[in-house]
């Protein structure tokens, strides 16, 4: 309990001091992060001892639940630690930024939101955490707000996910439904029909955290936000909250939707890996590579093994954010990310490259570095899978394709003019370093991993592993020593726009939802007419009845008043003047009156 | 035992009263009045709150014989349904008042209006007669289209002929329901019309379907709504406030009090043809929110949108044949009413401080303004986030358990989730049309809220993340009445 309250509370406590004080954002976030690390561990530990939960009121009949298993501590610590070293490199990165307060604050928040996501134990926190990361990652995409295209990037990315929670909603209602219970344990029994429909749902879901084809364009744009906040959103958080949902509900999946997964994420892998590779932007070539390594990871879910997608996560986190850590510093140096200017930035700054170099063969699958371990993992979870025959040949296209565009950016980070000798950045060096050094080594804890996990993958002697190798260093060399032009030919122009198809989302989306709403105000329009004409024809009617009464209720009324000042001129000779004969009317008016009162009910 | 529901829904009245015999009119006392008046008007019902509600049935009863001879009696009562729907309207009178306090033109009569118009309100959704509900219901047509035709804008006179017309035509075929259930019943006792529903067969579709027109109007429901943007885009920015807060949820209370409890039968029977309205509400509104650059239009056609989620949320419960889920979905639709009514209310309140301000509202005339005025700026986004349903804030528990609830009762109707996404998009769209972005240098020397305007907004920042985070508090009340209605 301690543990879990530690590491939400830590970094929620510290993002809304920061937020309200507006000083001391470095400090107070860094000790919210370092809190909120000791927690995740303390939860590690007691975890593998049997589960941390907690219930706290929500809805009637439906509490909120926060539990921590051993794979929710495991993604508990992941967060926690790649939070604090990108906390570190912020630092460092966003010394000068006179809105520092709301930068610190806003990415604590997201940090509290991953948390809430990754613990979550029933279906309405883990629906409210997802929101809110969509949510925080906004307003951190848009932080830099009064610059050109940051507020479309940030719109972009929340809608974009936005539409493919509609999955998540609707699945998390059937399972709540068919299960009578929001908590999420619970519902993974559910089998047949609903379980199909839930996983199909979700896996809707996953494609727009996780970016995956066709939901993959507004991944490349949220690098409008600063560098750390790219690091982040990449690595541990916001992307990895499709594959961490689907991992968490693999026990459900039945194979339909395992299927389903994996071809998403194989076509991904392919598809993401060829846009990574044409692409003319150092971030935007890692934030396609994001797309596609969540890719491999959808393949191991899909291929029945979540624990290889599992450990892909861990360390694509470590290796990614290290990357874009590296990112950028070359950004820092050069004021700019395009391919052109970062030419030379490694070759300046070689302590730097050399992180970024590791990371970059990591992430292709060198060994001994922590990729190589995961990617074999899932080589092998591909080739053991029913629909291997799909999966198998995605999953090597895949991997030759990361090692041909990390060793693209390898290329043109060496080669080109250095420059003058840039200055030192301490604080930066620090935060990268720490998360490369975690790139290198984590491939050691898979194994221990495996077993806390209830998990260990079957060994596959030499085979998988020598495939795996192969496929990574003929990508490297290919991505080092042939020039993108002749890797991709024809496929190139198609690759450089992202491979959009009929106008991409915004032509089937975006347009025909403008379409609808102009519609609907086409018909409001006529709506309101049509009231207005309705009160128009009745104030037709009122003035011809005005006319009517002038020419014909007026005339009659004169007419009768004349009438009557001639009946009364008559009447006069009854009125006598005499009491008892108007008494005598007066009661005999009241006797009618009366009789008739009395025989109404017999008359009716 | 002080009878504080009916102190509570005369003092305003009352106050109204005195202020019209002081003999300083000034805009200043006038104002203090008003403030001091609502304000106490505010601790009554956090009094009656305290006093609470009982399971099953109404609480704190208060009656007077009337018209004994046709069974009409001065009846107010309270249950979990009515009760944060008081709550909700005197905290928004409060702070219209507060926010009413630049008004100065023939401030008195203005201040009168709005206090007749909380005696309206307060009334109509405690009186548990029949006849004293209608007459509390008509009686707010009047204050309201004084409001809109003496304060509001460009093309005031129109609007507040439209709504007046639009509204009391619409209210005839209540008043005949009310007769059936009178002739039928022989009392204006509403707690004995919900207990025992004294119409059935034909006489009690007729008398649904009277009841759905004039509720339909009033909430507003597809394709009766048409009198809301008018009427929101004309009238003052406390008018805006009080009728969106407060007076479209007259329909919504009406739906549940009188169509869903009076007539059941009927209700359950055409629960689909209501279902349905509420689904094309939801999602036209949507739509047609999506198709302005009125910031005030846009958001008048949200509350269409929103209010169509409240009346799916009872139709789904009187469709559902799951006990559980039908609670949940009347849990959802009160809570949507209240979240409706701090959420939009705080968007009123933002759009019309940009309007006092720069004396525009369309989207395009603004640009970059978080930079220049932060506070309305986060403001703003923190209500857009709220309205278009993020989690944490007020409309997600609601909209939560209506669809939850849909979902799993009739799972055709659960495209209205649809509008969640479009929402989303016309909000993001004026977000960053109005506060991101490079500054329109027209605004440069645009000033911040000021110190009443925060006291104005901050109290409804506050609710709607408390909702968000935890509804309990709201959810519980609502919940005690909404597990023990029979129907």
Same mark, same amino acid.
Request: proline share 5%.
């Given at each position: 309990?301690?543990?879990?309250?530690?590491?939400?509370?830590?970094?929620?406590?510290?993002?809304?001091?920061?937020?309200?004080?507006?000083?001391?954002?470095?400090?107070?976030?860094?000790?919210?992060?370092?809190?909120?690390?000791?927690?995740?561990?303390?939860?590690?530990?007691?975890?593998?001892?049997?589960?941390?939960?907690?219930?706290?009121?929500?809805?009637?009949?439906?509490?909120?639940?926060?539990?921590?298993?051993?794979?929710?501590?495991?993604?508990?610590?992941?967060v926690?630690?790649?939070?604090?070293?990108?906390?570190?490199?912020?630092?460092?990165?966003?010394?000068?930024?006179?809105?520092?307060p709301?930068?610190?604050?806003?990415?604590?928040?997201?940090?509290?939101?991953?948390?809430?996501?990754?613990?979550?134990?029933?279906?309405?926190?883990?629906?409210?955490?997802?929101?809110?990361?969509?949510?925080?990652?906004?307003?951190?995409?848009?932080f830099?707000?009064?610059?050109?295209?940051?507020?479309?990037?940030?719109?972009?990315?929340?809608?974009?996910?936005?539409?493919?929670?509609?999955?998540?909603?609707?699945?998390?209602?059937?399972?709540?439904?068919?299960?009578g219970?929001?908590?999420?344990?619970?519902?993974?029994?559910?089998?047949?029909?609903?379980?199909?429909?839930?996983?199909?749902?979700?896996?809707?879901?996953?494609?727009?955290?996780?970016?995956?084809?066709?939901?993959?364009?507004?991944?490349?744009?949220?690098?409008?936000?600063?560098?750390?906040?790219?690091?982040?959103?990449?690595?541990?958080?916001?992307?990895?909250?499709?594959?961490?949902?689907?991992?968490?509900?693999?026990?459900?999946?039945?194979?339909?939707?395992?299927?389903?997964?994996?071809?998403?994420?194989?076509?991904?892998?392919?598809?993401?890996?060829?846009?990574?590779?044409?692409e003319?932007?150092?971030?935007?070539?890692?934030?396609?590579?994001?797309?596609s390594?969540?890719?491999?990871?959808?393949?191991?879910?899909?291929?029945?093994?979540?624990?290889?997608?599992?450990?892909?996560?861990?360390?694509?986190?470590?290796?990614?954010?290290?990357?874009?850590?590296?990112?950028?510093?070359?950004?820092?140096?050069?004021?700019?990310?395009?391919?052109?200017?970062?030419?030379?930035?490694?070759?300046?700054?070689?302590?730097?490259?050399?992180?970024?170099?590791?990371?970059?063969?990591?992430?292709?699958?060198?060994?001994?570095?922590?990729?190589?371990?995961s990617?074999?993992?899932?080589? @092998? &979870? +591909? *080739?053991?899978?029913?629909?291997?025959? =799909? $999966?198998? /040949?995605? !999953?090597?296209?895949?991997?030759? %394709?990361?090692?041909?565009?990390?060793?693209?950016?390898?290329?043109?980070?060496?080669?080109?003019?250095?420059?003058?000798?840039?200055?030192?950045?301490?604080?930066?060096?620090?935060?990268?370093?720490?998360?490369?050094?975690?790139?290198?080594?984590?491939?050691?804890?898979?194994?221990?991993?495996?077993?806390?996990?209830?998990?260990?993958?079957?060994?596959?002697?030499?085979?998988?592993?020598?495939?795996?190798? @192969? &496929? +990574? *260093?003929?990508?490297?060399?290919?991505? =080092? $020593?042939? /020039?993108? !032009?002749?890797?991709?030919?024809? %496929?190139?122009?198609?690759?450089?726009?992202?491979?959009?198809?009929?106008?991409?989302?915004?032509?089937?989306?975006?347009?025909?939802?403008?379409?609808?709403?102009?519609?609907?105000e086409?018909?409001?329009?006529?709506?309101?007419?049509?009231?207005?004409?309705?009160?128009?024809?009745?104030?037709?009617?009122?003035?011809?009845?005005?006319?009517?009464?002038?020419?014909?209720?007026?005339?009659?009324?004169?007419?009768?008043?004349?009438?009557?000042?001639?009946?009364?001129?008559?009447?006069?000779?009854?009125?006598?003047?005499?009491?008892?004969?108007?008494?005598?009317?007066?009661?005999?008016?009241?006797?009618?009156?009366?009789?008739?009162?009395f025989a109404?009910?017999?008359?009716? | 035992?002080?009878?504080?529901?009916?102190?509570?829904?005369?003092?305003?009245?009352?106050?109204?009263?005195?202020?019209m015999?002081?003999?300083?009119?000034?805009?200043?006392?006038?104002?203090?009045?008003?403030?001091?008046?609502?304000?106490?008007?505010?601790?009554?019902?956090?009094?009656?709150?305290?006093?609470?509600?009982?399971?099953g049935?109404?609480?704190?009863?208060?009656?007077?014989?009337?018209?004994?001879?046709?069974?009409?009696?001065?009846?107010?009562?309270?249950?979990?349904?009515?009760?944060?729907?008081?709550?909700?309207?005197?905290?928004?009178?409060?702070?219209?008042?507060?926010?009413?306090?630049?008004?100065?033109?023939?401030?008195?009569?203005?201040?009168?209006?709005?206090?007749?118009?909380?005696?309206?309100?307060?009334?109509?959704?405690?009186?548990?007669?029949?006849?004293?509900?209608?007459i509390?219901?008509?009686?707010?047509?009047?204050?309201?289209?004084?409001?809109?035709?003496?304060?509001?804008?460009?093309?005031?006179?129109?609007?507040?002929?439209?709504?007046?017309?639009?509204?009391?035509?619409?209210?005839?075929?209540?008043?005949l329901?009310?007769?059936?259930?009178?002739?039928s019943?022989?009392s204006?006792?509403?707690?004995?019309?919900?207990?025992?529903?004294?119409?059935?067969?034909?006489?009690?579709?007729?008398?649904?379907?009277?009841?759905?027109?004039?509720?339909?109007?009033?909430?507003?429901?597809?394709?009766v709504?048409?009198?809301?943007?008018?009427?929101?885009?004309?009238?003052?920015?406390?008018?805006?406030?009080?009728?969106?807060?407060?007076?479209?949820?007259?329909?919504?209370?009406?739906?549940?009090?009188?169509?869903?409890?009076?007539?059941?039968?009927?209700?359950?029977?055409?629960?689909?043809?209501?279902?349905v309205?509420?689904?094309?509400?939801?999602?036209?509104?949507?739509?047609?929110?999506?198709?302005?650059?009125?910031?005030?239009k846009?958001?008048?056609?949200?509350?269409?949108?929103?209010?169509?989620?409240?009346?799916?949320?009872?139709?789904?419960a009187?469709?559902?044949?799951?006990p559980?889920?039908?609670?949940?979905?009347?849990d959802?639709?009160?809570?949507?009413?209240?979240?409706?009514?701090?959420?939009?209310?705080?968007?009123?309140?933002?759009?019309?401080?940009?309007?006092?301000?720069?004396?525009?509202?369309?989207?395009?005339?603004?640009?970059?303004?978080?930079?220049?005025?932060?506070?309305?700026?986060?403001?703003?986004?923190?209500?857009?986030?709220?309205?278009?349903?993020?989690?944490?804030?007020?409309?997600?528990?609601?909209?939560?358990?209506?669809f939850?609830?849909?979902?799993?009762?009739?799972?055709?109707?659960?495209?209205?989730?649809?509008?969640?996404?479009?929402?989303?998009?016309?909000?993001?769209r004026?977000?960053?049309?109005?506060?991101?972005?490079?500054?329109?240098?027209?605004?440069?020397?645009?000033?911040?809220?000021?110190r009443?305007?925060?006291?104005?907004?901050?109290?409804?920042?506050?609710?709607?993340?408390?909702?968000?985070?935890?509804?309990?508090?709201?959810?519980?009340?609502?919940?005690?009445?909404?597990?023990?209605?029979?129907?």
């Amino acid at each position: 309990m301690i543990f879990l309250a530690f590491t939400i509370l830590s970094p929620l406590l510290a993002g809304l001091t920061i937020l309200v004080l507006r000083r001391a954002s470095e400090a107070l976030g860094l000790a919210g992060a370092a809190l909120g690390l000791v927690g995740a561990l303390g939860l590690l530990a007691t975890a593998g001892s049997g589960d941390v939960q907690a219930v706290l009121t929500g809805l009637p009949d439906m509490p909120l639940r926060l539990i921590a298993t051993p794979l929710t501590a495991v993604l508990a610590l992941l967060v926690a630690t790649v939070a604090g070293f990108v906390l570190t490199y912020a630092t460092g990165y966003m010394a000068k930024d006179p809105e520092k307060p709301r930068f610190f604050g806003t990415l604590l928040l997201f940090v509290t939101a991953m948390q809430g996501l990754v613990l979550a134990g029933d279906w309405i926190m883990l629906l409210a955490a997802w929101e809110m990361i969509g949510f925080a990652s906004y307003l951190l995409i848009g932080f830099w707000y009064r610059r050109d295209g940051v507020a479309s990037a940030a719109t972009r990315a929340f809608l974009y996910t936005r539409s493919a929670d509609l999955g998540l909603y609707l699945g998390a209602f059937l399972l709540i439904g068919v299960a009578g219970t929001s908590e999420i344990s619970a519902t993974l029994a559910t089998t047949g029909t609903p379980a199909l429909i839930a996983g199909l749902l979700l896996l809707v879901a996953a494609m727009g955290k996780s970016a995956q084809v066709p939901l993959q364009d507004w991944l490349q744009r949220a690098m409008a936000g600063p560098t750390p906040v790219s690091a982040l959103l990449h690595s541990a958080t916001l992307v990895a909250a499709g594959a961490i949902l689907l991992i968490r509900v693999a026990p459900m999946l039945p194979g339909g939707a395992l299927l389903a997964i994996g071809i998403v994420g194989g076509v991904t892998a392919v598809v993401a890996g060829l846009i990574a590779l044409a692409e003319r932007d150092l971030k935007r070539l890692l934030a396609a590579s994001t797309s596609s390594q969540y890719g491999l990871m959808l393949v191991a879910v899909g291929a029945g093994a979540p624990v290889a997608a599992l450990l892909h996560l861990i360390a694509h986190a470590a290796i990614k954010s290290s990357l874009f850590l590296g990112a950028g510093v070359f950004q820092h140096d050069r004021d700019s990310t395009t391919m052109d200017a970062v030419a030379g930035a490694g070759r300046a700054r070689p302590g730097i490259f050399a992180g970024f170099a590791i990371a970059a063969l990591a992430l292709a699958g060198i060994p001994p570095l922590a990729g190589f371990f995961s990617k074999d993992a899932i080589i @092998a &979870a +591909a *080739l053991t899978s029913p629909s291997a025959a =799909w $999966l198998l /040949p995605l !999953t090597l296209a895949g991997t030759v %394709l990361t090692g041909a565009y990390m060793g693209r950016a390898l290329r043109v980070l060496w080669h080109g003019d250095p420059g003058a000798k840039p200055g030192t950045i301490p604080l930066m060096a620090t935060g990268m370093a720490g998360l490369v050094a975690l790139a290198v080594v984590l491939g050691a804890t898979f194994g221990p991993l495996e077993q806390m996990l209830n998990a260990e993958m079957p060994e596959f002697g030499l085979a998988v592993p020598a495939l795996g190798l @192969a &496929a +990574a *260093l003929s990508g490297l060399a290919l991505g =080092w $020593l042939v /020039p993108v !032009t002749g890797l991709l030919r024809g %496929l190139l122009p198609w690759a450089e726009r992202g491979f959009v198809v009929a106008g991409g989302m915004d032509a089937l989306m975006v347009r025909p939802a403008l379409a609808i709403a102009a519609g609907c105000e086409r018909l409001e329009r006529r709506l309101y007419d049509g009231v207005l004409a309705l009160g128009r024809a009745s104030l037709s009617l009122g003035q011809s009845a005005r006319r009517a009464d002038r020419d014909a209720i007026d005339a009659a009324i004169f007419g009768l008043v004349d009438r009557t000042v001639m009946l009364g001129a008559r009447a006069r000779r009854l009125q006598s003047g005499f009491i008892h004969r108007e008494l005598a009317i007066t009661t005999i008016g009241i006797a009618v009156i009366i009789v008739a009162l009395f025989a109404a009910p017999y008359l009716v | 035992m002080l009878p504080l529901l009916s102190i509570a829904t005369f003092l305003p009245i009352l106050g109204g009263l005195v202020l019209m015999a002081l003999p300083d009119r000034s805009a200043r006392v006038t104002h203090g009045v008003s403030i001091g008046v609502t304000g106490l008007t505010f601790l009554i019902t956090l009094a009656i709150w305290a006093r609470g509600i009982v399971p099953g049935g109404f609480a704190q009863i208060e009656e007077i014989s009337w018209i004994p001879a046709i069974g009409a009696a001065y009846r107010l009562g309270l249950d979990g349904l009515s009760l944060p729907l008081v709550l909700l309207t005197s905290l928004l009178f409060l702070l219209s008042a507060i926010y009413s306090a630049r008004v100065t033109e023939r401030a008195a009569t203005y201040v009168v209006l709005m206090l007749m118009l909380e005696t309206a309100s307060l009334g109509t959704f405690m009186a548990l007669d029949g006849l004293l509900f209608y007459i509390f219901f008509e009686v707010s047509l009047v204050g309201m289209y004084f409001m809109i035709a003496g304060w509001g804008y460009e093309d005031r006179q129109r609007a507040a002929l439209m709504f007046f017309l639009y509204t009391l035509l619409g209210s005839l075929p209540l008043l005949l329901a009310i007769l059936g259930l009178y002739l039928s019943s022989g009392s204006f006792d509403m707690r004995v019309w919900i207990d025992a529903p004294p119409l059935t067969g034909i006489a009690a579709m007729l008398a649904l379907i009277a009841m759905l027109f004039t509720f339909a109007v009033k909430i507003p429901a597809f394709p009766v709504h048409t009198w809301l943007p008018a009427a929101h885009v004309q009238a003052p920015t406390a008018g805006s406030v009080i009728l969106a807060g407060v007076m479209l949820k007259f329909g919504t209370y009406g739906l549940i009090r009188f169509a869903l409890q009076m007539t059941p039968e009927a209700f359950t029977r055409a629960g689909v043809v209501i279902l349905v309205f509420g689904v094309v509400s939801a999602i036209y509104g949507a739509f047609a929110a999506l198709a302005q650059s009125d910031l005030k239009k846009m958001i008048a056609y949200t509350s269409v949108n929103h209010m169509g989620y409240v009346v799916m949320g009872v139709a789904v419960a009187a469709l559902a044949t799951d006990p559980a889920m039908r609670v949940v979905a009347l849990d959802g639709a009160t809570l949507q009413m209240i979240s409706h009514g701090i959420v939009t209310g705080a968007l009123f309140f933002l759009v019309g401080m940009l309007q006092d301000r720069a004396h525009v509202r369309d989207m395009g005339d603004f640009g970059g303004l978080l930079g220049q005025v932060p506070w309305l700026g986060w403001a703003f986004i923190l209500s857009a986030f709220a309205s278009l349903g993020l989690p944490g804030l007020a409309h997600f528990p609601a909209e939560f358990q209506v669809f939850l609830a849909t979902l799993n009762a009739q799972p055709w109707a659960v495209v209205a989730i649809l509008a969640i996404v479009v929402t989303a998009g016309l909000y993001l769209r004026s977000v960053a049309a109005v506060f991101l972005g490079e500054l329109n240098q027209k605004w440069a020397a645009m000033p911040d809220l000021d110190r009443r305007e925060m006291l104005v907004i901050v109290p409804l920042l506050i609710l709607t993340i408390l909702i968000g985070v935890a509804p309990a508090w709201l959810l519980n009340m609502i919940h005690t009445t909404m597990a023990s209605l029979s129907f």
